[in-house]
């Protein structure tokens, strides 16, 4: 403030620094001229000592009152030695010359002296705004970072916190962190209920030993509200501990989910395959060596049926049910997965004997039958099971589910919903059958098969009207194979198509040699009919072979038209409209 007013903006403050620097200068002026006058005028030593010491000793205060105006500096400077300066040399007396020629140069080291000042009070005003604009600026990023933060001291106790800190501790403000040890802030949550005892003990020791060791760690803590942090410790310069922590429970429950994906199957909440393993793996790794487990793979009856009849939605629903019948029993040494589809395992950690794991069997059969309503469906469960019984020592978990699957395949080929225990006979029949499979992949490769014809005898003409082309297989070592044997092979195998094909060449071909009122008939399977190819394999035979389309009948089962009506009934239009004969096989 001033006299007379207050400083609002630049023009006032330049007013006033005019009218000072006006004042300034007659104050200046009349000390000089009193100098002046006493030492050049009246040439009294006593009066030349008097002002001397007024003006000097006035000069002087200049470089501590003035230091902020350069300008009021110079004036001073300028009116009080100019006045005294031009008074000693204008005696005209040599040592008052060399006075006067000696005290200008005082002048200077007044301007220099305030200049100094001046500097190194505004570089102390800036640094200490810079300083406040720097701690300004950390407080702000400190507090509104995402993590929370702590400093520690040499002595262990809090120097700095933010406020995320400060909410996590149920404290106020960061101020309140202040002086408080890892061991007092841990106990707050302790005290809160969020944190147990015994976790409170393992953060602290944790992050200490973090702290001692100089290194960085990673501690993750689970609070009793569902949250978790994970807390991290390193050691900063100056013996400052820095420990921050962040709320991860995101991160975790996406982490969880992701494991739960991985791990279980998404619709019915069961292990998957790959988590099946890794139970029964550890399961079989620990205990006795000797002692005996089971394994059963179970499969729903029929189930393809509900998915292509009702829809995949009510397929889902059926497998739900029965998880949820199965899950009752899991536990207690129990472990049952979905392994796929409709396909279910069950595994039994500890066995007595055959008879103990009929027992169970047999109860799970007996909890798994019954209806269920499926979106008002109502459904029957039925189902089959093939089971293995081993010591641990003597298998490994793919072992048993190959064994398993051998056991299944034996129960559905006895007719279903039942279940049966593996036999070493099972074994080699499967090999039997694997062995079989690639003699057949073999001949139809090479061409090994042969086409026979079964006359079809007119009842009012007594004459061949038509034959009917058969398949068959003479294999090297076991001689004829019956097409009921080979053919389900084919179709599993999903190499019927192409012995169909050759069957179609074949018959054709020979047709094309017969009496023109004689005609051939063609078996298809209903996967031929589920390839619009189908119907280009016909015209290629006839188109080779030179056949008419109407000596050619082609035999369609009913299992082809059960499958997709609406693209079996397209495909036989096809053929009719190709001019080919279409008759039902039973």
């Known amino acids: 403030?001033?006299?007379?007013?207050?400083?609002?903006?630049?023009?006032?403050?330049?007013?006033?620094?005019?009218?000072?620097?006006?004042?300034?200068?007659?104050?200046?002026?009349?000390?000089?001229?009193?100098?002046?006058?006493?030492?050049?005028?009246?040439?009294?030593?006593?009066?030349?000592?008097?002002?001397?010491?007024?003006?000097?000793?006035?000069?002087?205060?200049?470089?501590?009152?003035?230091?902020?105006?350069?300008?009021?500096?110079?004036?001073?400077?300028?009116?009080?030695?100019?006045p005294i300066a031009a008074a000693l040399i204008l005696r005209v007396d040599i040592p008052y010359v060399v006075l006067g020629l000696l005290i200008i140069p005082f002048m200077f080291i007044i301007k220099g002296s305030a200049d100094h000042v001046r500097n190194v009070l505004f570089s102390a005003v800036v640094g200490h705004k810079q300083a406040r604009q720097l701690a300004q600026r950390f407080n702000r990023a400190l507090n509104t970072m995402s993590h929370g933060l702590v400093m520690l001291g040499p002595d262990g106790k809090v120097v700095v916190g933010n406020a995320e800190a400060a909410h996590l501790m149920s404290l106020k403000s960061p101020d309140q962190l202040l002086g408080r040890s890892i061991h007092s802030l841990l106990m707050r949550g302790v005290a809160g209920g969020m944190l147990a005892p015994k976790d409170c003990r393992y953060v602290e020791a944790q992050l200490t030993r973090a702290l001692r060791e100089g290194r960085d760690r990673k501690v993750l803590v689970s609070f009793s509200n569902g949250q978790h942090f994970e807390f991290s410790a390193r050691e900063g310069s100056q013996d400052l501990g820095v420990i921050t922590f962040e709320d991860v429970t995101a991160r975790v429950e996406a982490e969880e989910k992701i494991r739960f994906m991985a791990r279980y199957d998404n619709l019915t909440g069961l292990p998957n395959r790959a988590y099946f393993h890794e139970l029964v793996g550890e399961l079989m790794a620990s205990g006795d060596r000797d002692r005996l487990c089971g394994l059963a793979v179970v499969d729903l009856d029929d189930f393809k049926s509900v998915n292509d009849t009702l829809g995949h939605p009510v397929g889902d629903g059926l497998i739900y049910a029965v998880a949820e019948r199965l899950a009752a029993i899991a536990g207690q040494g129990i472990t049952v997965s979905r392994f796929g589809g409709d396909e279910f395992m069950i595994f039994f950690d500890r066995i007595e004997d055959e008879s103990h794991l009929s027992g169970l069997l047999d109860l799970i059969f007996a909890d798994l039958q019954g209806e269920v309503d499926v979106a008002g469906h109502g459904l029957r469960i039925q189902a089959s099971a093939g089971a293995v019984l081993s010591k641990v020592e003597d298998t490994d978990v793919d072992a048993m589910i190959v064994k398993a699957d051998l056991a299944l395949y034996k129960a559905k080929e006895l007719g279903k919903n039942n279940w049966r225990l593996f036999e070493a006979s099972m074994d080699a029949a499967f090999r039997n059958r694997q062995l079989m499979k690639a003699d057949l992949r073999s001949a139809v490769e090479s061409k090994g098969l042969r086409v026979v014809y079964q006359p079809i005898v007119s009842m009012s003409t007594m004459r061949i009207a038509s034959c009917e082309?058969?398949?068959?297989?003479?294999?090297?070592?076991?001689?004829?194979?019956?097409?009921?044997?080979?053919?389900?092979?084919?179709?599993?195998?999903?190499?019927?198509?192409?012995?169909?094909?050759?069957?179609l060449q074949a018959a054709c071909a020979e047709c094309a040699?017969?009496?023109?009122?004689?005609?051939?008939?063609?078996?298809?399977?209903?996967?031929?009919?589920?390839?619009?190819?189908?119907?280009?394999?016909?015209?290629?035979?006839?188109?080779?072979?030179?056949?008419?389309?109407?000596?050619?009948?082609?035999?369609?089962?009913?299992?082809?038209l059960l499958d997709d009506k609406s693209l079996t009934r397209q495909y036989i239009e096809e053929l009719k409209q190709l001019g080919v004969r279409i008759a039902l096989d039973d």
């Open 1 to 82: 403030h001033r006299s007379g007013g207050e400083i609002r903006d630049a023009a006032d403050a330049t007013r006033w620094e005019r009218e000072y620097i006006l004042k300034g200068s007659l104050q200046g002026l009349l000390l000089g001229l009193f100098c002046f006058i006493s030492i050049y005028v009246y040439s009294d030593s006593y009066a030349e000592i008097g002002a001397l010491a007024i003006t000097l000793g006035s000069l002087v205060t200049v470089v501590g009152r003035n230091y902020g105006s350069p300008r009021m500096v110079m004036i001073f400077a300028v009116t009080f030695v100019g």
């Open 469 to 503: 082309a058969l398949c068959r297989w003479d294999h090297p070592d076991l001689g004829p194979i019956s097409p009921s044997i080979f053919i389900p092979l084919a179709e599993e195998m999903g190499i019927i198509s192409e012995i169909s094909t050759f069957v």
């Open 513 to 560: 040699k017969w009496p023109d009122q004689t005609s051939v008939s063609v078996n298809l399977s209903a996967k031929d009919f589920r390839n619009h190819d189908v119907i280009q394999k016909v015209r290629d035979a006839l188109a080779a072979s030179g056949l008419a389309a109407g000596r050619l009948e082609i035999e369609v089962t009913e299992t082809a």
